[in-house]
């Protein structure tokens, strides 16, 4: 391969790492076929890897790519022997000169094709975990089998989600696009809690050798602004003031290695202060406001770690009392122990041992790996070191994170050469 070559499938794999699902989601919507956009999508970059290398890369890359892949989804239409007259009739309606940049950046008001994906792989006729396979591998572009991770679902099970979800859309007609005024505040909450859960994935990966996804939780917070943009609710603001403070540790969490840093060690000159204090903001009017949901109860408790100029002087009554009205709010196992923890630093490890062993003892979280490292981190404070091995080995079995793995083995390391 020559070095232009070589420049250029380096250029095409940047492209497709950062525009790809740009494309697809403009693809979508000239074709009308989620699985016909995903084909012509995958012939407008191998014939960018054809030919770019002699003709140069176009000046929009992006624009290029939509028009080729319109094209090249019209030709597929054409050569099958049957298929979705409705398909077709859209396709083929306006055979033109290709996607204009009207065409490709939209025109109703939202100048993103992605928004209105969201709200599409989010519709209320899918159930709630296909919104969210839907979503992180239309929107995100997670492969089924990382979507299958994040779920803790077999592979097989995800595809076939996936495959019902699409065909749910072409067949219920489901429309491709971003709900009116009206219609918004119903369907907000399961575009939140999606948007939410991609973050999450990107903040803390569900497995692989890296401790975080840049890419995945900076696309939930451009969806977030989005939304926000289109509706300013409490919720979407409390949402992106969560993602913004804690994103604004991301520096601080691993060390040069990648090795996981926690919380309380963290160098906290090294967190976003930009980040900070526009979370803060964030925060201060979806409080004002007279409807206080989860998301903005979450963003208060990290505005109040962002706010502490140390680990030391973290105010845990204070959030141990905005816990307490999360619970209220949205009771679950996991705010439980978050909870518990937070009392644990108020009150000693003692006391929030005590709530993590019932939390535990009544079967919820037997499988969740953050109760078992919690609770191996309060043994470990109690100096009861062969329960902490235990309970970190517990851990460790249920983990998929390779720092993660790492550091909880080093636990384990740690508290043998201690009782050796």
């Not at 020559?2 to 950062?18: C, G, L, M, Q």
């Not at 099970?157 to 505040?185: F, N």
Request: overall charge negative; proline content about 5%.
């Amino acid at each position: 391969m020559t070095s232009v070559a070589t420049s250029v499938r380096e250029r095409v794999d940047e492209i497709y790492r950062t525009e790809s699902r740009r494309v697809l989601a403009t693809l979508i919507r000239l074709l009308g076929d989620f699985d016909l956009a995903e084909e012509a999508l995958h012939d407008a970059f191998m014939a960018a890897l054809e030919r770019w290398p002699n003709e140069g890369l176009p000046a929009n890359p992006r624009a290029w790519l939509v028009s080729t892949g319109r094209f090249k989804g019209i030709d597929r239409v054409r050569r099958r022997a049957s298929f979705d007259t409705a398909v077709t009739r859209l396709v083929l309606e306006d055979d033109g000169d290709g996607a204009t940049e009207t065409e490709i950046d939209d025109g109703d008001g939202v100048a993103d094709d992605r928004l209105r994906l969201l709200f599409t792989c989010c519709h209320p006729a899918l159930s709630p975990d296909a919104q969210i396979a839907l979503t992180l591998r239309e929107v995100c572009g997670l492969t089924t089998e990382e979507v299958a991770r994040a779920f803790l679902t077999p592979p097989p099970t995800i595809a076939q989600r996936i495959v019902r979800a699409k065909a749910k859309i072409r067949d219920a007609r489901i429309p491709y696009e971003i709900p009116s005024r009206a219609d918004l505040p119903a369907r907000l909450d399961s575009v939140l809690h999606v948007t939410y859960l991609v973050f999450n994935e990107g903040y803390l990966a569900s497995s692989g050798s890296e401790l975080t996804r840049p890419d995945l939780s900076c696309e939930a917070m451009r969806l977030a602004r989005l939304i926000l943009d289109l509706l300013p609710d409490p919720e979407a603001m409390g949402l992106l003031a969560l993602m913004l403070l804690h994103e604004s540790r991301r520096a601080a969490r691993t060390s040069a290695d990648g090795e996981v840093i926690l919380l309380e060690d963290q160098d906290r000159r090294r967190w976003n202060r930009v980040q900070i204090t526009e979370g803060i903001a964030l925060v201060e009017r979806a409080l004002s406001s007279r409807r206080v949901g989860p998301y903005s109860l979450q963003a208060a408790i990290a505005a109040v770690h962002a706010e502490a100029p140390n680990a030391a002087a973290t105010d845990w009554r204070q959030i141990v009392g905005l816990y307490d009205v999360l619970l209220r709010v949205d009771p679950s196992p996991v705010v439980e122990l978050n909870r518990a923890a937070a009392v644990a630093m108020r009150d000693g490890p003692a006391a929030g041992l005590a709530l993590i062993d019932e939390l535990l003892g009544r079967g919820e979280l037997t499988g969740y790996l953050h109760a078992h490292s919690a609770r191996a981190d309060l043994l470990r404070r109690l100096g009861r070191t062969g329960e902490a091995i235990a309970a970190y080995e517990r851990a460790l079995a249920l983990a998929t994170q390779e720092p993660e793995q790492r550091f909880l083995s080093g636990r384990v390391a740690e508290l043998r050469k201690l009782s050796s």
